[in-house]
């Protein structure tokens, strides 16, 4: 069975930090780029982040506040977000990309598998 599953959701005031985790099981890890969306309410799902080994990518509005990394060992990539302000408030989903696919990380058509998502609220 296929299972990506994020946690570390939760409620922050404006300018605090936020880690989001998500562990993959029963996919080829290693062979897949790693990718996070978020989606809030009434809008489109939109790229964050995604992370091939080393290499990254970012949307613009997150570059400099988010970091991406993945440790391959425990089946894992994480979103470590800071400064965190009410526009990034969206149910945030990880994803896995198709066996070896190196282009167009930040369309969604390009992942296989996805997590079932976790919440960031970001209120004063």
């Known amino acids: 069975q296929v299972q990506l599953v994020e946690s570390g959701g939760g409620l922050v005031q404006p300018g605090e930090s936020l880690r989001l985790s998500c562990v993959a099981s029963?996919?080829?890890?290693?062979?897949?780029?790693m990718g996070w969306f978020r989606q809030a309410p009434g809008k489109e799902r939109e790229f964050v982040a995604a992370?091939?080994?080393?290499?990254?990518d970012y949307t613009d509005s997150v570059k400099g506040r988010f970091v991406i990394s993945r440790e391959n060992a425990k089946n894992t990539v994480y979103l470590q977000m800071t400064r965190l302000q009410p526009e990034d408030m969206a149910e945030y989903y990880c994803?896995?990309?198709?066996?070896?696919?190196?282009?167009?990380?930040?369309?969604?058509?390009?992942?296989?598998?996805w997590g079932q998502g976790t919440r960031v609220a970001v209120s004063s």
């Open positions: 029963g996919i080829t890890f290693n062979k897949r780029v």
């Open positions: 992370i091939e080994e080393t290499s990254t």
């Open positions: 994803a896995a990309s198709f066996e070896f696919f190196a282009t167009a990380w930040r369309d969604k058509r390009s992942y296989e598998y």
